[in-house]
């Protein structure tokens, strides 16, 4: 069938030495940015996603219709589905899975609980029994996330601090994929590597999101609302631009070893890895809006209002020192010059969206 050829042909490398990965979530914003890096730099590269509903899927779409100009081909379904994994793995020697399709957003638990279990947590054992299936097994580089440090109040986080206080059920599934983590390389001996994400944001970025949706509240004229924690402490975020966290990504696959197998007996430990991948400047929210008027030269509306419980933390702060040490990661953009790139793709997008030019499909990347 047609969709064979295309994964096959996608899945070759340009450069003999490339790698051959599959990339779970890669119609989502970071899943497309790390696609589109490793096939331009000569890997071979197969996407998966199921184009759910949870933000604009004509969003997602557009993602994906730029990869295909990328020459890199998105299968179209969910990481749940058993037989179709199989059938992937079996056309293609993966040597990596990029690990990026889930349920993420805090907020949305609380009315859709299910779908983080669904992708989170039995999506992700599903990836890695097809992972432990197959010989030789692929190194697993997979999306956890800061939150996993919940209401832990010492900064910046390290690895080695407790993350036994997740406070949204999107923490606790990511927390609980690192345990799973543990036991596949534990018992299998698959090579799993977890980043742990600090808020990413950036051009294709994610609606939900609040720099996103400020810039778009703004433009409109509408009053966005700005949390401030407990004792009016402004609610900060380590903000880490994408370009940074695709180079983490890629620095993550190319220190992978390979999977030991066989439960690990055969050549001792296979790798079992967390980093952090944040920007290690936490901003204060008001001074990302306050960058957003300046770049959208509009004065916008605010209520400033206490936080709710509702999953979200006041406060991040990476520790990056054990990412720049093993992974070579080292974050070049501020939270100024970022936004400046995000606001440019975003006024781009929406214009040609609104316009309908050229089925409304932007050129560049
Ligand atoms: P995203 O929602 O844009 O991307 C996730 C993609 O996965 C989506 O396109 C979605 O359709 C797909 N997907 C979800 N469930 C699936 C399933 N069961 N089967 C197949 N596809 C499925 O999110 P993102 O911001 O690109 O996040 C990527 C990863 O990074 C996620 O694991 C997320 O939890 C993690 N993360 C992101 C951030 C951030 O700030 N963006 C921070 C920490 C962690």
Redesign the pocket.
């Known amino acids: 069938p047609q969709w064979q050829t295309s994964v096959i042909r996608s899945s070759t490398p340009s450069n003999p030495k490339g790698l051959r990965v599959l990339v ?2 890669a ?5 497309s940015h790390v696609s589109v890096a490793l096939k331009r730099r000569g890997d071979g590269v197969v996407g ?5 509903r ?1 933000y604009d899927p004509s969003l ?1 779409r557009s993602r994906a219709d730029l990869l295909s100009r990328e020459g890199v081909f998105v299968v179209e ?4 589905d058993s037989s179709l994994l199989k059938s992937l793995f079996k056309l293609v020697k993966f040597t990596h899975v990029m690990h ?5 957003g805090v907020r949305y638990a609380m009315k859709n609980p299910s779908t983080y279990i ?2 989170n947590i039995a ?1 992700f054992v599903n990836l890695l029994e097809a992972c432990k299936s197959v010989n030789p097994q692929p190194a697993i580089v997979w ?1 956890s ?3 996993v440090y919940g209401l832990n109040s010492k900064v910046p986080f390290s690895e080695k601090d407790r993350t036994d206080q997740p406070a949204s059920l999107y923490a606790a599934t ?1 927390k609980a994929g690192e345990e799973i983590a543990h036991t596949y390389n534990h018992i299998y001996g698959l090579s799993i590597t977890g980043l742990r ?4 944001y950036g051009p294709w970025g ?1 609606p939900d ?1 609040a720099y996103f949706f400020f810039t778009k509240d703004i433009l409109k004229g509408k009053q966005i609302q700005i949390f401030e924690g407990a004792e009016h402490r402004s609610v900060a975020r380590d903000f880490t631009y994408i370009d940074d966290i695709v180079k983490g990504c890629l620095g993550a696959l190319d220190t992978a070893e390979k999977s030991t197998g066989n439960g690990g007996k055969k050549s001792g430990p296979a790798q079992l890895r967390v980093y952090n991948l944040g920007n290690t400047s936490p901003v204060p929210v008001g001074k990302l809006v306050s960058i957003l008027e300046k770049l959208l030269k509009i004065h916008a509306k605010k209520k400033v209002m206490p936080m709710p419980r509702n999953g979200d933390v006041p406060f991040t702060h990476a520790d990056i020192s054990l990412a720049k040490k093993e992974i070579g990661y080292k974050p070049a953009t501020d939270l100024e010059k970022g936004l400046n790139k995000f606001v440019t793709w975003y006024l781009d997008y929406y214009s040609t969206q609104s316009a309908k030019k050229d089925s409304s499909k932007p050129s560049a990347w």
């Open positions: 779970t979530g119609a989502g914003f970071v899943g998966i996603d199921n184009f759910n949870y997602k379904g969910d990481i749940n990026l399709a889930a349920q993420a669904h992708s999506g999306a996330s800061s939150s990511k994400f600090f808020t990413v994610r999101m």
